[in-house]
């Protein structure tokens, strides 16, 4: 059965340093990719996917994530973090062949420090 | 940009009541779900809906939930004689296909006493 770790529940890191939040999923499928952000008091908001092609993908604010197949593995990373990135992280997958569900990490909290 | 919407806020409830979450998905989207979040622990899929039917459910998803697209525009979820375990964050997605990434709404806060 599908399963997302996140191994991190929460991650503090100083305002501009960088940062990586790790996902890990095991799938005997091809997967697709995604990570989600939460910010407090709001829903999920799509930050990037991975259904095919390039295994680096990226958002528009800076984060990328790289789908390492090998390592069964999507870390979510951005090289210079800001007090706006304050929020929850959720991975999740979807089976390739024909799911419709995601299967959700169980989130990583981001706390920026100034 | 067109988003999810999802109606009430917050919900709050007596064990045993009915309740309906109410969720008016992307225009141009065919695929509905609903998923849940208790407090501290994952989101969790509930319900995949296509074409006027369930197209996939979860074990969680029992006889004490149906879903409902009664007009062109909205999609309900009702969660018949409540319990106190039903407490949860509720959040309707939407996705043009199956295989395109799916959109959540604001999510729906439930709180059942």
């Known amino acids: 059965a599908q399963s997302v770790t996140q191994l991190d529940s929460q991650v503090p890191v100083f305002e501009e340093a960088p940062v990586e939040l790790r996902c890990n999923y095991s799938s005997s499928v091809s997967v697709y990719l995604f990570w989600y952000v939460q910010y407090p008091n709001q829903g999920l908001q799509l930050l990037l996917k991975y259904l095919s092609g390039s295994t680096l993908v990226k958002s528009i604010n800076g984060f990328e994530a790289e789908f390492n197949k090998s390592q069964t593995s999507f870390h979510l990373r951005k090289p210079s973090v800001h007090i706006s990135d304050t929020a929850e992280y959720f991975c999740a997958v979807r089976e390739g062949q024909g799911a419709q569900k995601l299967v959700f990490g169980q989130g990583t909290r981001l706390t920026i420090n100034p | 940009e067109p988003e999810v919407t999802q109606t009430p806020s917050h919900q709050v409830t007596q064990m045993g009541q009915e309740v309906i979450l109410r969720c008016v998905p992307i225009s141009n989207h065919l695929y509905f779900y609903w998923y849940r979040q208790i407090l501290g622990q994952k989101v969790e899929f509930l319900v995949s809906?296509?074409?006027?039917?369930?197209?996939?459910k979860s074990e969680i998803f029992d006889d004490q939930f149906s879903v409902e697209r009664p007009d062109g525009s909205n999609f309900t979820l009702k969660i018949r004689s409540t319990k106190l375990e039903d407490s949860a964050m509720y959040f309707c997605a939407s996705s043009v296909e199956n295989t395109y990434e799916q959109y959540f709404g604001p999510g729906t806060r439930l709180t059942v006493t």
């Open positions: 809906f296509y074409n006027n039917e369930i197209s996939e």
